[in-house]
Nanobody
């Protein structure tokens, strides 16, 4: 079975950094675009970042651009989200997600949660002021 397992969340102060990890199993990792999404209480799940199969294309939400970095290592079946200069508004449960890409298109990677078939359980990130 496909499993995605996030880790690395925690409680930090504004301005601090965290590095989230997502370990994948049960799938051919290199065949999937990988995304990070987040959801705060009362809010819809929102896009954070996405990275293509071979890391050739990366996209970020405007709210995190310049502060967050997504990366992956297909040999390790792992995708990371490095979060710097954290703000209280970054507080949310962070999820990694996988989108199967047998024949990748030339368009930008999807930012829509509905396009991702597999999801982790999430990891809590709390940023205090």
């Amino acid at each position: 079975q496909v499993q995605l397992a996030e880790s690395g969340g925690g409680l930090v102060q504004a301005g601090d950094s965290l590095r989230l990890s997502c370990a994948a199993s049960g799938l051919t990792f290199s065949m999937y675009a990988m995304g990070w999404f987040r959801q705060a209480p009362g809010n819809e799940r929102e896009f954070v970042a996405v990275i293509s199969r071979r890391s050739g294309t990366i996209a970020y939400a405007d709210s995190v651009k310049g502060r967050f970095t997504i990366s992956r290592d297909n040999a390790k079946n792992t995708v990371w989200l490095q979060m710097n200069s954290l703000k209280p508004e970054d507080t949310a449960v962070y999820y990694c997600a996988a989108r199967f890409r047998l024949n990748p298109s030339r368009s930008d990677p999807s930012r829509s949660p509905t396009d991702y078939a597999y999801w982790g359980q999430g990891t809590q990130v709390t940023v205090s002021s």
